[in-house]
């Protein structure tokens, strides 16, 4: 395996050893070279030798010396130098599977690539994992790994996702843990299929393992589950059962650890109808991206943010900003600490109900351009409507229905203003008038 050299920085080490776009790289000090992993890995030495194969077939080796970390100035096609690995599993909740179509290409794509893990902290369902992949992650000690688990049972595993071998793939989270990588899990718990008994005998599982961090995620639904697996939505009921289960082994944990281990998302304390746990219950939120903690952590920086902020009686004016359905009390609670401190400014708080997706899903980073159209359109809005940017691309321009930001702000008649949707920028946004 080899890479093509798409450019070379000028003045950097390696165009001053005579290095050029459409040279391959084979090797660096005798490591054979595949995607970005090899590359980062063998190139921090400060003495290294490269195998280079010019464009007439020869083959060339290049000696460089440099400071640690420093890099050679070599650029491919990607950034993975590599094709992105696609999943091969067929999982009865694959939110992908529930998409409505007409959408972008690339909201289609269903990514279960180990590099991705390590570098942007995705999942992997570690189906997808060569032995080479694995001897190279233990070998180079790539840490922390992020795996989803769903469960322990091998048949059960297999059955979830549609993969005759999902339950011998987990022999690699042994192999993992014995070599003393970090290991973050995520389970996405279906009602009546892999949470009850079969949720404990995963906790007891992953405990023997030494994981660092498991979150627990509901099934997300969508109104599009035509010819897929019977699922059903949770309820109070269901919900409080699930989280029953997982307070009663992160307080196992906490007690014999010192520290949870396991953790449920937001949404199962919302469906459950219960109080969402004080800020310290979540030592130092290490499952966020999980939608673990997300609602405690805005309420501390809020109130963090609020410390610093001096009264200014100058300010008023309205303003709005938006949730999905399933957070929106609590984020009435939280602005309305900023509301206390600053009562000349009124923040008029919007749910939006997610029709795109057929109704069954909540959550505010799911939340569409034409929804909102359609939901505000009429609305009192103030001077700026507050968005936050789980809600678009990376680019931060468009929705997931491929509604950009100008459309909304034209559509509606007011700017747009997107935060990260901390407590801190919130306070920012909130309490200036532009």
């Known amino acids: 395996m080899s890479v093509t050299i798409k450019d070379v920085e000028r003045q950097s080490r390696a165009f001053k050893k005579g290095i050029a776009s459409g040279d391959i790289l084979v090797s660096i000090n005798g490591n054979d070279i595949v995607d970005v992993l090899d590359y980062r890995f063998y190139q921090v030495n400060k003495a290294i030798e490269l195998c280079i194969q010019k464009p007439d077939g020869r083959l060339k080796k290049i000696k460089i010396k440099k400071q640690e970390y420093e890099e050679l100035g070599l650029e491919f096609d990607t950034y993975l130098m590599d094709e992105q690995h696609s999943c091969r599993n067929k999982c009865i909740f694959c939110f992908i599977d529930q998409l409505p179509r007409g959408m972008r290409d690339t909201l289609y794509f269903k990514d279960d690539d180990s590099r991705l893990s390590f570098l942007f902290g995705n999942y992997i369902t570690l189906t997808n994992l060569t032995e080479h992949e694995i001897s190279r992650i233990i070998k180079m000690h790539i840490s922390p790994i992020n795996v989803s688990v769903h469960t322990t049972n091998p048949e059960l595993r297999c059955k979830m996702m549609n993969n005759r071998f999902a339950g011998s793939s987990l022999d690699a989270l042994r192999r993992f843990a014995e070599a003393g990588i970090v290991i973050n899990c995520q389970i996405v718990a279906c009602p009546g299929i892999n949470d009850g008994d079969e949720l404990r005998r995963t906790l007891d599982d992953l405990e023997k393992l030494n994981v660092e961090c498991v979150a627990v995620v509901p099934v997300g639904l969508t109104g599009y589950r035509e010819n897929l697996y019977p699922l059903t939505p949770y309820t109070k009921e269901t919900a409080s059962e699930a989280l029953d289960i997982i307070e009663q082994y992160g307080k196992k944990f906490k007690e014999k650890y010192g520290r949870r281990i396991v953790y449920a998302a937001d949404e199962f304390y919302i469906k459950a109808d219960r109080p969402i746990p004080e800020p310290d219950f979540y030592e130092g939120y290490p499952a966020l991206e999980n939608g673990v903690g997300l609602i405690a952590l805005q309420k501390e920086e809020i109130e963090l943010a609020l410390e ?74 103030g001077s700026k409507l507050i968005i936050p940017s789980c809600m678009l691309r990376f680019e931060g321009d468009i929705f997931l229905d491929d509604v950009s930001v100008e459309q909304v702000e034209k559509e509606l008649n007011i700017k747009v203003k997107v935060t990260d949707n901390s407590g801190e920028s919130l306070v920012s946004e909130l309490t200036k008038e532009d």
Do not use: M
């Open 308 to 381: 610093d902020r001096e009264y200014d009686d100058s300010l008023s004016y309205t303003v709005s900003a938006v949730c999905g359905e399933c957070p929106y009390d609590y984020l009435v609670k939280n602005l309305s600490l900023i509301n206390k401190k600053f009562p000349n400014v009124k923040i008029n708080v919007y749910k939006i109900k997610n029709n795109f997706f057929g109704g069954g899903i909540d959550v505010t980073g799911l939340v569409t351009g034409g929804d909102l159209i359609e939901q505000l359109r009429g609305k009192k809005l």
